[in-house]
Every structure is written in C-alpha cells, then in structure tokens.
T-cell receptor, first 115, second 113 residues
Framework: AQSVAQPEDQVNVAEGNPLTVKCTYS??????LFWYVQYPNRGLQFLLK??????LVKGSYGFEAEFNKSQTSFHLKKPSALVSDSALYFC?????????????FGGGTRVLVKP | DAGVTQSPTHLIKTRGQQVTLRCSPK?????VSWYQQALGQGPQFIFQ???????QRGNFPDRFSGHQFPNYSSELNVNALLLGDSALYLC????????????FGSGTRLTVV
C-alpha cells in the first residue's frame, strides 16, 4: 500500500520569505512523487515530479522539491514566496512497481502568504 | 491544445437520484482516471479506464461505475446518491496506463441535497 502524509494543515509565511511545505511518503517499492497546487474552485495544477535522477527537482513558478530517500520525504520549497502563491498544495505518490496509474494524495497544506 | 474537459461544472441532485459526469481527455491521452475530493480533503482514487476497460479501482462501492468510449472519453455514474457523495469530482488523463504524465480537469462540483 502507498500513503502520503502532509503534517501541516496550514503554513503562514511573509511575502519574500522562504516557503517550505512538508511531505513524507510510504511505498513498498520505489516512488514516483508529485506536487500539485489547487486554487479555489479549480482542479489540480501540476508543479513538479520526481521520477529518478537528481534529488533536487525544479518545477513551475520557481518551486523546487528535494527527494530524500532515507527520510522518505519530498518537501516543496520556494526561496521567496509571493502573495499569489497562497493556495492549497497536495503531495502525491505512485508506487513505481504497482500496476496502473493510481495516485495517492496527502490531505493537503494550505499556504497563506501575507504581504 | 485542449486540456482535460469536464462537464457539467456544477450539479445539484437529490438523495437517491442517479448522476452522470463526463470527461474528455487531453489530446493524445488514452487513459482516464477519476478522483473524488471531499471538502477539506485530498483527492481519493475512484477508478481508471484504459482500452475501454476498468483497470484499477479504489475503495468505492459498486454505486460508482464508469465507462470509456472508443474516442477515450469517459463517464462516471453514481447511483442512489447519498449526502456524503457531495464532492468535487476530478478527471485526470494520461498517455498509457503506466505513464506518469497526468493532466487534471477543473472538476465537477456535485452537491447532494
């Protein structure tokens, strides 16, 4: 079975400060890892993914994430947050060895960037 | 290039009724997955269709069923609606059933009263 935990329901940060959203995962094999962002009344927008290779993944809108196999973590980061980054962020995992495309999502972390 | 298109955008139904939601995948994508996102929660996998067959299913009752057409579009049907079925239903498409290039639609907001 695969699972994802996002330990923080909400993260508050001042505009211009670094932003970190935490994610830990559990899979039986090797993971595919994803970050998505959701704005109010909208679907999910893809930010970045880790499949293999470099542990530091760069994505859209200045976001990046670091894959840490020993800690089973995939934290999302942005060096300088913008007010427009305020949204709901979801981490998701897929077991590389499993059949099908099923993604398992965390419960989400709401990010509030204050001016 | 159109992305994933879902219809309708919003829907209100009464308990016990049946509902059909529709999804057109992104051009070039042949696999469709459906997710249910209850308010304040992460999306939950319902099922996936590839080559017009249900390939994988999550922990949802048989009241939830689906179909995929030869043009790769898909329908999600829910029978005997319950208040707890109120949620945002998301469709995601990808090229192939083992690919990791998912594109999500904007969803259908279903309210059961």
């Amino acid at each position: 079975a695969q699972s994802v935990a996002q330990p923080e329901d909400q993260v508050n940060v001042a505009e211009g400060n670094p932003l970190t959203v935490k994610c830990t995962y559990s899979v039986s094999g090797n993971p595919y890892l994803f970050w998505y962002v959701q704005y109010p009344n909208r679907g999910l927008q893809f930010l970045l993914k880790y499949i293999t290779g470099d542990n530091l993944v760069k994505g859209s809108y200045g976001f990046e994430a670091e894959f840490n196999k020993s800690q089973t973590s995939f934290h999302l980061k942005k060096p300088s947050a913008l007010v427009s980054d305020s949204a709901l962020y979801f981490c998701a995992v897929r077991d590389m060895g499993a059949a099908g495309n099923k993604l398992t999502f965390g419960g989400g972390t709401r990010v509030l960037v204050k001016p | 290039d159109a992305g994933v298109t879902q219809s309708p955008t919003h829907l209100i139904k009464t308990r016990g009724q049946q509902v059909t939601l529709r999804c057109s995948p992104k051009s070039g994508h042949d696999t469709v997955s459906w997710y249910q996102q209850a308010l304040g929660q992460g999306p939950q996998f319902i099922f996936q269709y590839y080559e017009e067959e249900e390939r994988q299913r999550g922990n949802f009752p048989d009241r939830f069923s689906g179909h995929q057409f030869p043009n790769y579009s898909s329908e999600l049907n829910v029978n005997a609606l319950l208040l707890g079925d109120s949620a945002l239903y998301l469709c995601a498409s990808s090229p192939g059933d083992r690919n990791y290039g998912y594109t999500f639609g904007s969803g259908t907001r279903l309210t059961v009263v």
